[in-house]
Nanobody, 125 residues
Framework: QVQLIESGGGLVQPGGSLRLSCAPS????????MYWFRQSPGQEREFVAS????????YYADFVKGRFSISRDNAENTVYLQMNSLKPEDAGLYLC??????????????????WGKGTLVTVSS
């Protein structure tokens, strides 16, 4: 069973930056499109960013455009989420996920086939 493992979360002040990572554990991971979601207590899981298999195409939720950047290193089987200019409302559990396809309309959690357990981001002074 493939498991995705996120890391890089933590406490940061407003305006600060964090870099999240996501890598598979277990058996060889069949690469696909990768996604970041986030979830706050009492809130539904929401799409943050996605990247296609080659890494050439990315898509972002409006509320992170210009502040977050998704990238991937296929040689290392790792996807990253660089988060800059963090705001208190960016706090939450950040989860990475894999899907077999990528597209600007593909952002529903139920489409993902593998998930990590998340890494917690806290934005507070």
């Amino acid at each position: 069973q493939v498991q995705l493992i996120e890391s890089g979360g933590g406490l940061v002040q407003p305006g600060g930056s964090l870099r999240l990572s996501c890598a598979p554990s277990g058996r060889t991971f069949s690469s696909g499109a990768m996604y970041w979601f986030r979830q706050s207590p009492g809130q539904e899981r929401e799409f943050v960013a996605s990247i296609n298999l080659s890494g050439e195409r990315q898509y972002y939720a409006d509320f992170v455009k210009g502040r977050f950047s998704i990238s991937r290193d296929n040689a290392e089987n790792t996807v990253y989420l660089q988060m800059n200019s963090l705001k208190p409302e960016d706090a939450g559990l950040y989860l990475c996920a894999r899907a077999g396809t990528w597209g600007t309309t593909i952002m529903r959690p139920e489409i993902m086939d593998y998930w990590g357990k998340g890494t917690l981001v806290t934005v507070s002074s």
